[in-house]
């Protein structure tokens, strides 16, 4: 293993680049912490899937998610926020130094921000992940184009559904938003828009229980969930939007989690964004599996810097510390 910038330690490593990530960035930076961000190759987070973002604070018209992260990103690059365009691929941040490696890479830090977000779950079919790419989707944003005058459907009834529903309308001809019960997790004013939308149709009380076709997605069976029947939709494409799961694997053993997975936050009295490890803080949607927006991810994202930057202040100065560090 080697080390880099022979062996300095940073007063802050952010892992992630999503809202939360890049405004802990900003505010650890304007707050001379100069923080290195292991932004991730796919950088920007969800908001880089999405198409326009009406609900961000400040921005009357909306504004399209990429652009808006690309925003982000150039502020705390203003403010020295140093960045590295690579996934981590392990930590050990159970001691006072932090490790943080990427690759054969070794970085070391006084404290961690984690923001690794959330990533979009699978219905868990066969032929799901094989055609995965061949009319199989979970970003409506990267492949809608695709699917121009083309049939298509949306599984799931929460806020992603009815987005990715309604955005698809641009370039389909027919939308089917597939839902396993009557009622829906989507707030009223997305599911009305969708309802309101004559291209879309809504399949209710239904599950899909294959994907059909061999070099691309001809139809999907379904089933009823109230009679058992089964039928075929025959269909051009099918986008799932059922949620997502936190991105906690690379932290596994180390950080405490809930029952689905996201880190548990609040962990000491002073700190609203500490984990259980001192040092290590959390933001975004890898913690918060309630409220999952940009704004509240941001938000989170600046308590994270605030708290690691007042429990920099409380740390002895570095040379102090006993902890030899060793790769
Ligand atoms: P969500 O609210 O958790 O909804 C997931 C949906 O998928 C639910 O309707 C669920 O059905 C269904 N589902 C889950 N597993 C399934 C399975 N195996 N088979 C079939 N259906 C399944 O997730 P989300 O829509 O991704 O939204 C997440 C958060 O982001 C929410 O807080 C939402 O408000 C927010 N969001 C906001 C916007 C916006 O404001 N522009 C856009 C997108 C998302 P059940 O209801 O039966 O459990």
Not at 75 to 87: D, L, P, Y
Not at 155 to 168: H, I, K, N, P, Q
Not at 251 to 256: H, L, R, S, T, Y
Not at 280 to 304: L, M, N, W
């Amino acid at each position: 293993m080697s080390s880099n910038s022979e062996n300095k330690i940073h007063k802050v490593i952010i892992v992630g680049s999503g809202p939360a990530g890049l405004t802990a960035a900003i505010y650890t930076a304007r707050g001379r912490l100069d923080p290195l961000v292991i932004e991730g190759y796919q950088a920007g987070g969800q908001l880089m899937t999405t198409t326009e973002v009406e609900n961000f604070p400040g921005f009357k018209d909306g504004i399209m998610g990429p652009e808006l992260m690309m925003a982000f990103r150039a502020q705390a690059e203003r403010f020295g926020a140093e960045f590295i365009t690579k996934n981590v691929t392990k930590v050990d941040l159970t001691g006072d130094i932090k490790k943080v490696w990427v690759d054969n890479d070794l970085y070391l830090a006084q404290t961690v921000i984690i923001s690794t977000g959330a990533s979009a779950n699978l219905l868990g079919l066969k032929n799901e992940s094989r055609l995965m790419g061949r009319g199989v989707s979970s970003c409506a944003t990267c492949d809608g184009f695709f699917f121009r005058d083309k049939t298509i459907a949306v599984v799931g009834g929460g806020d992603s559904a009815m987005e990715e529903a309604t955005f698809l309308t641009r370039f389909a001809s027919k939308v089917y938003v597939i839902h396993r019960r009557e009622g829906f997790r989507a707030s009223k004013i997305m599911l009305e828009k969708a309802e309101n939308n004559p291209k879309i149709d809504f399949i209710l009380n239904a599950i899909v229980t294959d994907v059909i076709g061999e070099d691309a997605v001809t139809a999907v069976k379904l089933q009823d969930t109230q009679t058992d029947a089964e039928s075929e939709l025959a269909l051009d494409g099918l986008f799932v939007a059922i949620g997502h799961t936190p991105n906690t694997q690379l932290f596994d053993g180390q950080i405490e989690v809930d029952q689905k997975g996201y880190i548990l936050t609040s962990q000491d009295k002073s700190h609203i964004t500490a984990t259980n490890l001192p040092g290590v803080f959390a933001c975004g949607d890898v913690q918060d599996k309630r409220y999952r927006q940009a704004i509240t991810a941001a938000g989170s994202g600046c308590s994270a810097a605030l708290d690691a930057e007042h429990y920099l202040e409380l740390l002895p100065e570095l040379e102090e510390m006993s902890e030899p560090v060793t790769a």
